[in-house]
């Protein structure tokens, strides 16, 4: 099949970022990105898009009206195109079988449905949205059953492997395509006419080949392993920190080891963003499933250290500003989940501001790419807080780092923007209540310079105070 005209399904994290780089590398390819929503439309359209990602603007306005086009005209979009990617949200359910674990797959089935409804000829349906394992095989039912004469369907798996804050290179540079299809000669020359898209800029010995159940289960494991690293070396910062190790030095050391390496080994209060946790949790969930319950348990645990991690690191703000928060300002820079993206999604802050509130703490938010709008939202929903009129009373949004900290007796880096490596801290310590705590929550910030400010640090998988070296000794000398 000659591939002419692309058509994407969904204007998201997923759609937009990946549709901007194949019109980028494909001058000859017409990718229209469509979309319910009117409104994000016209923000991809304008000089303010949805979505924060370096290097993204650059690579969307080099396209946008050449070959690069982004509407509401979905059934235009579905005619037009010989290969249409599905890239819709597939959120973790919130009720009924599988709630909390389970993906909730109705925005796949939906523009699954369209597509038959739409299509006069033969298309290959591309699923691109992070879905569990047979979920392509539930595409391919739903067209069968609605395909009309003369029109036919390969349905393949290529899930993204994007990482937020580096979608653009991920993209441009990706360590490696998987793309899933049937093992039958139309399967693979449906693999075949999306493999030839991605070699106009992607080595071929980086485009992975597969059976489709393998594409759909392989993005959920990557995950899964990732997240698992993460909760592992948290795990070890509460050892360390009960003992007087460092968890960097321990990192260092598990690093070098050759079979491991130093990828995602980075402590801190907790990993966040749209993936990690909805993808374990949909492991577990196919685990129940497939009647594995010691497995589900497993990967469960990831999950469950991940939140000991956000609960642990609050209790020691508290504990640390001796024993009550009540009333007291606390200072929270950084709100998105990590350092440039204006993401919220499970960000490890909603949940430190979220226990600190529950104290009784009046909070102190910001950050250089999240909405105001957005921190509301994100505090105020039913997940967090059953009483969202406090809301308004405890947290108050900030436009700089400066105005945050100012009469505050304790401040918390949350997301490690690079810009917090820089602030001037004497400045910000001579505007705090005394004593001024600091809980760096990333390992970003030079602790030995801080606390000769005068600050009182604390922070993930270390011992800072005074009395370091004297656990230490006393450990040696088999006391308790």
């Known amino acids: 099949m000659t591939i002419r005209k692309i058509c994407c399904i969904g204007a998201g994290y997923v759609g937009g970022p990946s549709c901007a780089v194949i019109a980028a590398s494909c001058p000859n390819l017409q990718v229209n990105v469509v979309d319910l929503s009117a409104e994000r439309i016209a923000q991809w359209n304008s000089d303010k898009l949805p979505i924060f990602e370096p290097q993204l603007d650059e690579v969307v306005k080099k396209c946008r009206g050449r070959n690069l086009f982004f509407s509401t005209d979905i059934e235009t979009g579905?005619?037009?195109?010989?290969?249409?990617?599905?890239?819709?949200?597939?959120?973790?359910?919130?009720?009924?079988?599988g709630k909390g674990r389970a993906a909730d797959l109705k925005y796949i089935e939906a523009a699954a449905r369209r597509i038959a409804e739409v299509a006069q000829n033969s298309?290959?349906?591309?699923e691109k949205?992070?879905?569990?394992?047979?979920?392509?095989?539930?595409?391919?039912?739903?067209?069968?059953a609605n395909v009309k004469p003369g029109?036919?369907?390969?349905?393949?798996?290529?899930?993204?492997?994007?990482?937020?804050?580096?979608?653009?290179n991920d993209l441009m540079k990706p360590d490696r395509v998987l793309i899933g299809g049937e093992q039958t000669p139309e399967g693979?020359?449906?693999?075949?006419?999306?493999?030839?898209?991605?070699?106009?800029?992607?080595?071929?010995?980086?485009i992975i080949t597969m059976n489709t159940w393998s594409s759909e289960l392989s993005k959920l494991a990557a995950n899964?392993?990732?997240?698992?690293?993460?909760?592992?070396?948290?795990?070890?910062?509460?050892?360390?920190?009960?003992?007087?190790?460092?968890?960097?030095?321990?990192?260092?050391?598990?690093?070098?080891?050759t079979r491991i390496g130093p990828k995602f080994l980075k402590a801190s209060v907790g990993f966040g963003g749209s993936c990690f946790q909805k993808d374990v949790l949909n492991m577990v969930y196919l685990c129940e499933c497939l009647?594995?319950?010691?497995?589900?348990?497993?990967?469960?645990?990831?999950?469950?250290?991940?939140?000991?991690?956000?609960?642990?690191?609050?209790?020691?703000?508290?504990?640390?500003?001796?024993?009550?928060?009540?009333?007291?300002?606390?200072?929270?820079?950084?709100?998105?989940?990590?350092?440039?993206?204006?993401?919220?999604?499970?960000?490890?802050?909603?949940?430190?501001?979220?226990y600190l509130m529950e104290e009784g703490a009046h909070i102190r938010i910001y950050d250089p790419k999240v909405p105001t709008?957005?921190?509301?939202?994100?505090?105020?929903?039913?997940?967090?807080?059953?009483?969202?009129?406090?809301?308004?009373?405890?947290v108050t949004i900030c436009s700089d780092a400066y105005s945050a900290c100012e009469d505050c007796h304790a401040l918390v880096i949350c997301t490690e923007w690079d810009e917090f490596q820089t602030l001037d801290y004497q400045n910000i310590y001579n505007r705090m209540l005394k004593p001024a705590f600091i809980f760096d929550g990333r390992l970003i910030l030079p602790h030995q310079d801080l606390m000769e400010m005068g600050f009182r640090v604390e922070t993930i998988g270390k011992r800072l105070s005074r009395d370091q070296s004297r656990v230490v000794r006393t450990y040696a000398n088999g006391s308790s």
């Open 291 to 354: 009647n594995l319950p010691e497995v589900a348990a497993y990967w469960q645990q990831v999950i469950d250290i991940n939140d000991y991690q956000r609960r642990r690191f609050t209790k020691r703000i508290v504990d640390s500003l001796f024993n009550t928060v009540t009333n007291k300002r606390i200072a929270i820079l950084g709100f998105a989940f990590k350092k440039d993206t204006g993401d919220t999604r499970e960000s490890a802050a909603i949940y430190v501001s979220k």
């Open 129 to 144: 949205s992070t879905v569990p394992v047979k979920a392509a095989e539930s595409i391919a039912n739903i067209l069968s």
């Open 151 to 168: 029109v036919k369907y390969q349905v393949l798996s290529n899930p993204e492997f994007l990482a937020e804050g580096t979608a653009i």
């Open 78 to 97: 579905i005619l037009e195109a010989e290969l249409i990617f599905i890239c819709v949200n597939t959120p973790t359910k919130t009720f009924g079988w």
């Open 188 to 206: 693979q020359e449906a693999v075949r006419a999306l493999c030839w898209i991605y070699e106009h800029w992607v080595p071929s010995k980086n």
């Open 123 to 126: 298309k290959i349906v591309v």
């Open 373 to 394: 709008e957005q921190i509301t939202r994100d505090l105020t929903s039913a997940e967090i807080t059953d009483e969202p009129e406090k809301v308004a009373d405890l």
């Open 224 to 257: 899964a392993f990732l997240a698992q690293r993460i909760s592992s070396i948290n795990a070890m910062s509460a050892i360390c920190e009960s003992t007087g190790a460092d968890v960097d030095e321990v990192a260092h050391a598990i690093g070098t080891d």
